[in-house]
C-alpha cells in the first residue's frame, strides 16, 4: 500500500533507524528467481556492454528492480562499478534529519514514476547485502535518465557509511539536507563530511547544503568544509518547502551543467516532474492520482501543463535559536549526582532525535561530542537489536575501553532522553556504578532527585 502522501511531502525530523531488509525484498528477490528459473544469473557480456553504454550501475531485472552480484563487500563493489562506469548522478544525504528517502518518493509520485531499488547481493547465494534508493529524473527526450540516489541506505552500519561516502564523493553534485541542530552539534555533525573530502579520494566537486533551520549559522560553519579542496560548497537560503529544495537543486543542477559543457563534458537537462494526465475518477488509483502530483510544483513549468492540485503546506520550522526550556530541577539533580559518581569523567543528558544537550557535567569529552556520538551508538544499538529480533527497548549498554568505560542508557521519566557517560576504568567499580544510577533512576522516577 503506498505511503499517505502526507508522509512523502514534509520534512519528518524524527529519527528513525534505518529499516532492515522485510519480507517484501525477500518476495521480490523469490519473483526474480521465478522469472530466471537460477538463484544467481551472471551478466553476460551483452548486458554488460549495455549497461557500461548507458552509465549505470547495476542490471535491470524489473520495472523498478535493479541487481549487483558481489563476491566482496558491497562498498567495493560499488567502487569498482564507479570506477568502471563513471555514471553520472546526484547524491542526496540527510545531516541532522531523515528527508531525503521522503523527497525521492515525493518526486516519484509527482513525475508518475516508480523509486527505484538497487539491491547488492552475494553472488551465488542471492543473499541481500544492501538496498539503495534512487528515482530518475524528467531529461530531454532522447538524453539518457539521471539518477538521484539518497545515502540512507538499508544496511549494516559499516557498509551503510561506506556506501554513503561513496555516493558523495562520486556524485557530479552533492545535496546535503542540513536540519534544526544546535550550533555546537551542527559543527560535530558536519565533521565526518569535512574529513571525507579532506581524505579523499573525492572527486565530487559541487556541494550544496540546504537548512531546513539556522541558515546563517549553517553558512559561516559550510564555508570551513572544503578548505584545502577543490570543492565548492553552496549553501542556500532557508528552505521550508519540498518545492524549494528542489527548485535549489534543478537550478544548481543546470548551472553546473552550463559551467562544463565548455570543457565538452555533456550532462542532461533536468526539468520539473510533470506527472501524467489524472485518472478517470472510476479507476481504482483515482485517488492517488488526485492529490500527489503537485508535490514539487515550481513556478518554472507552465500552469497548463501542471495538475491543478493544492500544494500541501509543510510544517512550521523550529528557528536555529532553540526555544527555552522549561527547567527540571529533578533531571538538574540528577545530572549533578552522577557527575558526582566515583570514577566519572564526563557525562551528558541529551535528546536522542535532535542530539540537544540538557544537562552535562564533568570535564571533556564535551556535550556536543558525547550527544552526537551517543546518538549514533544508541541508534546502532538499536538498529542491531532489531535486525536480531531482540525486541526494541531502550539499549542499556557498557562499553570497556583500555583506560575507560562508556556507558549508554535511557533516562527513566525522562521520554526522548537518554544518558552518555565516560568513566576513569582505574577508579572505577562499574557494578558499583550502574547500580548507584539504578538507585538515581528511582529518585528520578519520583520526581524527587534532591
Given amino acids: 500500500m503506498p505511503k499517505p502522501i502526507h508522509e512523502m ?40 556492454v549495455q549497461a557500461q553504454a548507458q552509465r549505470h550501475v547495476g542490471r535491470q531485472v524489473g520495472p523498478s528492480q535493479w541487481e549487483l552480484f558481489t563476491v566482496i563487500d558491497p562498498a567495493e563493489a560499488l567502487q569498482q562499478q564507479f570506477d568502471v562506469v563513471q555514471p553520472e548522478y546526484i547524491a542526496l544525504h540527510d545531516i541532522g534529519t531523515l528527508s531525503s528517502r521522503r523527497m525521492l518518493a515525493g518526486l516519484a509520485v509527482a513525475a508518475g514514476r516508480p523509486v527505484h531499488q538497487l539491491h547488492i547481493r552475494r553472488q551465488g547465494l542471492g543473499m541481500p547485502l544492501a538496498r539503495l534508493e534512487f528515482v530518475e529524473l524528467p531529461t530531454d527526450a532522447g538524453q539518457p535518465p539521471l539518477r ?16 554513503s561516502r561513496l555516493l558523495l564523493a562520486h556524485s ?28 579523499g579520494p573525492w572527486r565530487n566537486r559541487e556541494l550544496l547544503m540546504l537548512p531546513l533551520a539556522g541558515a546563517s549559522a549553517l553558512a559561516s560553519q559550510a564555508g570551513h568544509l572544503a578548505i584545502g579542496s577543490e570543492v565548492q560548497v553552496r549553501t542556500t537560503p532557508l528552505v521550508t518547502r519540498p518545492a524549494e529544495a528542489w527548485n535549489y537543486l534543478r537550478g544548481t543542477w543546470n548551472k553546473v551543467r552550463g559551467q562544463l559543457s ?8 533536468i526539468h520539473d516532474p510533470v506527472a501524467p494526465p489524472a485518472a478517470p475518477a472510476t479507476a481504482p488509483n483515482a485517488e492517488r492520482s488526485t492529490d500527489a502530483s503537485a508535490l514539487l510544483q515550481s513556478t518554472a513549468t507552465p500552469a497548463a501543463a501542471r495538475p491543478q492540485l493544492p500544494m500541501q503546506p509543510m510544517p512550521a520550522v523550529r528557528t536555529g535559536v532553540p526555544a527555552a526550556v522549561p527547567v527540571d530541577p529533578a533531571l538538574a539533580t540528577y545530572v549533578r549526582k552522577c557527575g558526582e559518581l566515583k570514577g566519572m569523567v564526563s557525562c551528558c543528558v541529551f535528546e536522542l532525535a535532535s542530539q540537544r544537550t540538557v544537562g552535562h557535567a ?6 556536543a561530542a558525547l550527544a552526537s556520538q551517543g546518538a549514533t551508538l544508541m541508534a546502532s544499538l538499536a538498529e542491531a537489536a532489531h535486525a536480531l529480533n531482540l525486541g526494541d527497548a531502550a539499549p542499556d549498554a557498557a ?47 519520583d520526581g524527587d532527585a534532591g
Avoid at 552500519?157 to 561506506?162: A, E, I, P, S, V
Avoid at 565548455?262 to 537537462?269: G, N, T, Y
Avoid at 526522548?416 to 539504578?438: C, I, K, M, S
Wanted: hydrophobic share 40%.
Fill in 362 to 367: 564533568g570535564t571533556r569529552p564535551g556535550p
Fill in 148 to 163: 538521484l540516489y539518497t545515502t540512507e541506505i538499508d544496511a549494516d552500519t559499516q557498509q551503510r557509511k561506506r556506501l
Fill in 399 to 445: 562499553i570497556t575501553l583500555a583506560r575507560h568505560h562508556q556507558l549508554l542508557r535511557a533516562v527513566p521519566g525522562r521520554p526522548g532522553l537518554a544518558l552518555h557517560a565516560v568513566l576513569d576504568r582505574g577508579l572505577t567499580n562499574l557494578t558499583l556504578v550502574r547500580l548507584q544510577l539504578q538507585r538515581l533512576d528511582l529518585l528520578l522516577e
Fill in 9 to 48: 511531502s514534509t520534512w519528518d525530523a524524527s529519527a528513525q533507524p534505518s529499516r532492515a531488509f522485510d519480507d517484501q525484498d525477500e518476495e521480490a528477490w523469490e519473483a526474480t528467481r521465478a522469472q530466471t528459473g537460477m538463484a544467481t544469473q551472471v551478466m553476460r557480456d551483452r548486458d554488460d
Fill in 262 to 269: 565548455d570543457q565538452a563534458i555533456h550532462l542532461p537537462q
Fill in 172 to 199: 557530479r553534485l552533492a545535496v546535503v539536507i542540513v536540519g534544526d541542530l544546535p550550533p555546537h552539534a551542527l559543527a560535530t555533525a558536519l565533521l565526518p563530511l569535512h574529513d571525507a573530502i579532506k581524505e
